[in-house]
């Protein structure tokens, strides 16, 4: 079973820095996945990625396949960017295996 | 579309009770999960669905049973409710497995004394 590993777990920002949340890996997988758990609890898929990187309006997703390890980046961070984001992988078509999560506060 | 939907949103169960949470979904995905996350842990599978009439076993299925009769739907049942079940529970559903966006339900959050 593939174990994923998240760091930080807890994570204070000021409005307006830059933010990086790493998500490591232990066996090859076939696609990673961020998804994002509003204060309310609703999960919300952000980024699926087998390589290189994806973008999305302020939030960067970025993997390496060999050192089997992905950052998610947040640019200009707001506090609406406060949350729990949670990184996940897949090997062939098993089901997905999820870290534990990053709680992120962005402080005004 | 609605998406995902969840009945009901909160229940509390007495141990031993039984109760049936439904997972409905509206975009014909093949795929369904029923998940637990619990505080400290991430999200655990429970049981899946490749398509109407199949199901299979997670990470973590005891205690748990489930039922697939219409691809739109998903069922999850706890035939004698044990305190450790307390948790918040969420559906989700995919077209294609592993390599395709899920989405997830509200949620349901079950307490158990």
């Known amino acids: 079973k593939n174990e994923v590993e998240q760091s930080p777990q807890n994570l204070t920002a000021q409005e307006g820095e830059f933010i990086t949340i790493n998500c490591s890996y232990s066996?090859?997988?076939?696609?990673l996945h961020w998804l994002q758990q509003h204060p309310g609890g609703g999960i919300v898929s952000l980024f699926m990625l087998s390589s290189g990187k994806k973008k999305h309006g302020r939030l960067i997703a970025t993997i390496n396949i060999q050192e089997k390890h992905s950052s998610l980046h947040i640019t200009a961070s707001h506090p609406r960017d406060s949350a729990v984001y949670i990184c996940a992988v897949g090997e062939g078509n098993t089901p997905l295996v999820f870290g534990k999560g990053t709680r992120l506060s962005v402080i005004a | 579309n609605a998406g995902v939907t969840q009945t009901p949103k909160f229940r509390v169960l007495k141990t031993g009770q039984s109760m049936t949470l439904l997972c409905a979904q509206d975009m014909n995905h093949e795929y369904m999960y029923w998940y637990r996350q619990d505080p400290g842990m991430g999200l655990r599978l429970i049981h899946y669905s490749v398509g109407e009439g199949t199901t299979a076993k997670g990470e973590v299925p005891d205690g748990y049973n489930v039922s697939r009769l219409k691809k739109q739907n998903f069922l999850l049942g706890l035939e004698s409710a044990a305190p450790s079940q307390t948790s918040v529970y969420f559906c989700?559903?995919?077209?294609?497995?592993?390599?395709?966006?899920?989405?997830f339900g509200p949620g349901t959050r079950l307490t158990v004394l």
């Open positions: 066996v090859g997988i076939s696609a």
């Open positions: 989700a559903s995919s077209y294609f497995g592993t390599p395709d966006t899920q989405y």
